[in-house]
């Protein structure tokens, strides 16, 4: 995937902010209009359009207008980029932990070394 670096980070950027997750929740759940999703937010509708900029221009959110109503969908692909590599991230680290655990299990009956008593 070309320029792939550069795309995780505008999705972390975009997921960054507490009401552009609160949109992506309530997306994952099905398709919703713009005025839905603003309905339980706090804010005005100019603002809650802002919110979905940023999120359709990192590519997580896509929207198509029909007569007045725009409607938003979540982009499962984008959203499941940004998944891959937090699992990678906790494989790499669960293998390190694993190994220091199996280090200090094997050195659990040796002597201090380098002790000074």
Sequence with gaps: MPNQSGS??????????????D???RLIR???????????LDM??????????????C?????EKTGRVRTCHIE???LRM?????TAQRTAWEHRL???GDYLTEHRDSPDQGSTQ
């Design 98 to 100: 694993d190994r220091l």
């Design 30 to 40: 099905g398709p919703a209009s713009v005025s839905e999703l603003a309905r339980p």
């Design 8 to 21: 995780l980070d505008r999705v972390f950027q975009a997921l960054a902010d507490a009401t552009r997750r």
């Design 44 to 57: 005005s509708l100019p603002a809650v359009m802002q919110h979905l900029q940023v999120l359709e221009t």
């Design 76 to 78: 499962p692909t984008v």
């Design 23 to 25: 949109i992506v929740e």
């Design 82 to 86: 940004a998944e891959d590599w937090i």
């Design 59 to 63: 590519g997580l959110v896509r929207s």
